[in-house]
Structures are given as C-alpha cells and as structure tokens.
Nanobody, 124 residues
Framework: QVQLVESGGGLVQSGGSLLLSCTAS????????IGWFRQAPGKEREGIAC????????KYKESVKGRFTISRDNAKNAVYLQMNNLTPDDTAVYYC?????????????????WGQGTQVTVSS
C-alpha cells in the first residue's frame, strides 16, 4: 500500500521558518522523483520544489528560490522541505508527491502518488 505522510506544518510568524517532512512507503522511493506542492484557498495547486531520484538535482518555483530547500534521505524514505523567511503568501496546504522514474518537473499531473497534506499558516 502506497503511503506518503507529510508532517511539520503549523502556524508561524512572517519571517519565520518551518521544516516539512514527507515519509513514504509502498513504492520504489529511491527511483522516484519527489515533489512538494501547495494549494492556497481559492487557488490552483502549484509545484514549488522537486528532487530527482537520479542525482538529487533540484528544481524550484521562482518565488521560493533562495528561501526553500528540498532534500532527501533514501535510507529513511524521507524528503524534507526547509522553508525560511516565510511570508503570508506562503500560507497553504502543502503536499508531497512521488513519480517513479520521473524527471524533474513541477507539473502535478505527472505525479502518481500523493500525500494528504499539511497546513502551513503564516501570520503577518
């Protein structure tokens, strides 16, 4: 059974930091690209970061570059998203997703497995 479980969300003040974690099971994690997505109320889901299974290369949405860092630990079947200098615009439900054999992409439709999400709220 495929599972992706996000954790680490919460309420933080503007300028603060959060570390999101995503733990996975039930599929070939070490051969999967993992992406982080978010969806704010009334907005479409958007891809913000992903990390390749091939060489740990990464890709970011422009608005989070320099503030967010994605990393993975294949021994723990885990992916992390370190978020710094958060602003109210970062408020959303954050999801991790996996695509076996997938290249680097922030397109949500290309990912086959999804977690349930974790809420991140940034107060001004």
């Amino acid at each position: 059974q495929v599972q992706l479980v996000e954790s680490g969300g919460g309420l933080v003040q503007s300028g603060g930091s959060l570390l999101l974690s995503c733990t996975a099971s039930g599929f070939a994690f070490d051969r999967s690209t993992i992406g982080w997505f978010r969806q704010a109320p009334g907005k479409e889901r958007e891809g913000i970061a992903c990390i390749s299974w091939l060489d740990d290369s990464t890709k970011y949405k422009e608005s989070v570059k320099g503030r967010f860092t994605i990393s993975r630990d294949n021994a723990k079947n885990a992916v992390y998203l370190q978020m710094n200098n958060l602003t109210p615009d970062d408020t959303a439900v954050y999801y991790c997703a996996a695509g076996e054999g997938l290249g680097l992409t922030l397109k949500s439709y290309q990912y086959e497995f999804w977690g349930q999400g974790t809420q991140v709220t940034v107060s001004s």
